[in-house]
């Protein structure tokens, strides 16, 4: 598989394109004004202790208070705790555990999204090329991308050995990139870890919360440790300052890649080649064609994402049921990457078209894991249900691409319909009724779009003149040219 990363860069945004076959995969955009905060390393205050949710909220600094679950607070042995877990294995209410007032260092798990502020744990976890480091862990945990025994045997006693000669404490996780590593590549991982942690800690004991202790690399950087592996046989990157510090930064972490990364100099917008520019703009729309001439139809909502999959023109050549079994197939491979390239997290519902025979949905749910498998964020496939229904969980760490590019309509607040014209001009109607039984007034004012204005004096012209007998008042219509559809007042003379 021919994979290739390009990386745009503007004083305003840094935006990421991973490409698998000549096909965008997925987009990562962090922006100036708004960077994310997965990853960053605060020291907070407890502002409020939430027993019946065994939860706290706690001041990091940002707008809105953080979020942290008693799940996350781990295994305290610090400050006087004796540890989290009880002689029965139950876990301590959260009110034993924190008090209003206290300080913590706690890391950002997801970053604040909609209206909901930032999620937090105080597991700390420090990713390096090969390893991520637990401090507050005892185990070394191997990726399970690393699948013969052998080879996670040989990791987990290499690292062990490394960190017991490092004087290092505390617990790692083996990344599927450390299966081609050498022991001193894995050395440097250690220490570089080690360092980082040291440093965390010196700046966390002076610094009065809530404060930023530590604060993730940006987005150029992260994509060398995380996107670029062994499969990616270019790394494009548009700005010369960029590309020197990504060359720096692998020679110090990844040296084998550092010959893959190349300078963009070119006269056409990096993000023109494969037609990137015109992907994230189909991305942003909720239908999604299928080369069959099937669709789908991607609706997000607060609460979960939901897929339809349609036949739209495809008629297929035999029987029903293969058209059917056809466009589900090519549909699940489109899901899978409609889900990356969206960064679409939670619970996704997709509703597949229903099929007859058993084997067909068999093979559409292989088709659908096995499409699902290249994705490096965990995901969850629950069996087809009998209409068809198929659940997915997608863990979510930052907003989707919709939510970082676009914004609800102020028209219809995101509902994504506006009320009729004649559905306004019987609520105008039902207002002026109202408005005359209360007040003792000379007339009404009626202030409208125009197409609103329009029907009252065409199609309702009979109704408008019914009405103003029966209040037995006058009532003027004006044309407002700056409202929309749905907004109206009625203004009492």
Not at 215 to 232: F, G, K
Not at 420 to 435: A, G, K
Request: glycine letters at 6%; aromatic letters at 6%; charged letters at 30%.
């Amino acid at each position: 598989m021919s994979e290739e990363v390009l990386i745009n860069v503007t004083p305003q945004e840094t935006r990421v394109a991973a490409i698998e076959n000549g096909v965008l995969q997925e987009v990562h955009i962090e922006r100036t004004q708004s960077r994310g905060i997965v990853g960053n390393i605060y020291k907070g205050k407890v502002v409020r202790v939430l027993p019946g949710m065994q939860a706290a909220f706690v001041d990091i600094g940002m707008e809105r208070t953080a979020f942290l679950h008693a799940a996350d607070i781990g295994n305290r042995q610090d400050e006087g705790h004796n540890g989290n877990v009880g002689p029965d294995g139950t876990q301590p209410l959260i009110n034993e555990l924190l008090i209003n007032g206290e300080e913590l260092v706690v890391q950002v798990l997801k970053d604040p999204l909609g209206s909901k502020g930032a999620r937090l744990t105080m597991q700390t976890s420090i990713p390096a090329r090969y390893l991520v480091y637990l401090p507050a862990g005892a185990h070394i945990g191997v990726s399970q991308k690393i699948a013969q025994a052998d080879d996670r045997e040989r990791l987990r006693q290499m690292v062990s050995e490394l960190a017991k000669n490092e004087g290092v404490e505390g617990g790692f996780i083996i990344r599927t990139a450390a299966d081609l590593s050498t022991e001193e590549e894995m050395r440097l991982d250690v220490r570089f870890l080690n360092k980082v942690w040291q440093k965390v800690r010196e700046k966390a004991k002076p610094t009065p919360a809530p404060a930023l202790i530590h604060e993730d690399i940006p987005l150029a950087m992260r994509t060398m440790r995380d996107l670029v592996s062994e499969n990616v046989e270019k790394v494009r990157i548009d700005s010369r300052e960029t590309f020197e510090k990504a060359v720096s930064f692998a020679k110090e972490l990844i040296p084998e890649v550092v010959e893959r990364i190349e300078y963009y100099p070119g006269e056409r917008p990096i993000f023109d080649l494969y037609s990137v520019e015109d992907e994230i703009q189909r991305a942003l729309s909720n239908k999604v064609p299928l080369k069959s001439g099937g669709y789908l139809v991607i609706e997000q909502t607060e609460a979960m994402t939901t897929v339809d999959v349609n036949t739209g023109g495809f008629i297929g050549r035999k029987t029903l049921e293969e058209t059917l079994f056809k466009t589900n197939l090519e549909a699940a491979q489109a899901i899978a990457r409609q889900l990356r390239l969206r960064n679409i997290g939670g619970i996704i519902i997709v509703d597949f078209i229903d099929m007859l025979d058993p084997e067909h949905r068999r093979q559409v749910m292989r088709a659908l894991d096995k499409a699902l498998a290249r994705d490096r964020i965990k995901t969850f496939v629950t069996e087809m249900s009998t209409l068809g229904l198929v659940e997915i969980t997608r863990k979510r760490t930052r907003e989707s691409l919709e939510r970082v590019l676009c914004e609800p309509c102020p028209v219809c607040n995101g509902r994504g319909v506006q009320k009729t014209p004649l559905t306004v001009c019987y609520e105008i109607f039902r207002e002026i009724l109202r408005e005359a039984r209360q007040f003792d007034t000379d007339g009404f004012l009626v202030l409208a779009s125009q197409v609103v204005i329009d029907i009252l004096l065409d199609e309702e012209a009979t109704g408008l003149a019914d009405l103003q007998e029966f209040v037995d008042r006058p009532i003027r219509l004006q044309v407002e040219v700056m409202y929309h559809q749905e907004e109206h007042d009625v203004v009492l003379l």
